[in-house]
């Protein structure tokens, strides 16, 4: 009996010290963290204007005006962009609905884009696998460019170099591809940022 005692006093002290540490000391040490070291980001790397938030950098935004860059297409439900149903289509390359879909994207995007030669950029088709993917590639954006030009009554050059300066490179030089923010590029040219 005073061995089971001894071992449930032992069990007792190692659950009080365990949730002590995992459950308040270390999501403590992690928020401080996080709030001292990278406050933007823990904060949902929010864009504001004017005391106004204006959207996150992380996640995606609908627009479908003319004088606006497209983002890539969401898979979320039932609204796109939707962040708290992130996910992809799950469909396989062979399902008739995603090959639908692709060829409705695609008739849609060069009706909207008459003055953009070459094929569809492939990201302009296709959701990302979280469904809320803020960027577009370099070629997606100059795609578009024509279009955003003539929907706002500036010269191609004037938007593309508008672009050029929101085009990130790659991380670190090497991971990643160059991307473009959508929503960061959208309110450039309105004016915003």
Partial sequence: ???????????????????????????FLV?????????????????????????????GQN???EQYFWPRPSATSPKAYNGEASSGSNFGPLH??????F????????????????PVPLDLLTASGSGLDPHIS????????ARVARARHLSVDEVQQVVDRFTQGRQL???????????????ALDGVL
Avoid: C, H
Avoid at 104 to 113: C, M, S, Y
């Fill in 138 to 145: 370099p070629e997606a954006a100059r795609y578009q460019v």
């Fill in 63 to 65: 627009f479908e005006q």
């Fill in 1 to 27: 009996m005073k061995m089971i005692r001894e071992g449930l006093f032992v069990s007792l002290r190692a659950f009080v010290l365990f949730t002590l540490l995992t459950g308040l000391a270390y999501p």
């Fill in 173 to 187: 030089g090497f991971l990643g591809e160059e991307r473009v923010n959508v929503l960061k590029l959208n309110l």
């Fill in 103 to 118: 060829a409705e994207r695609k008739a849609a995007l060069q009706a909207a884009n008459p003055d953009s030669s070459g």
């Fill in 96 to 101: 008739p609905d995603l090959k639908k879909a």
């Fill in 31 to 59: 928020l401080l963290i996080g709030q001292l070291g990278f406050r933007a980001q823990a904060q949902g790397s929010l864009i504001t204007a004017k005391g106004a938030v204006l959207g996150s950098e992380w996640i």
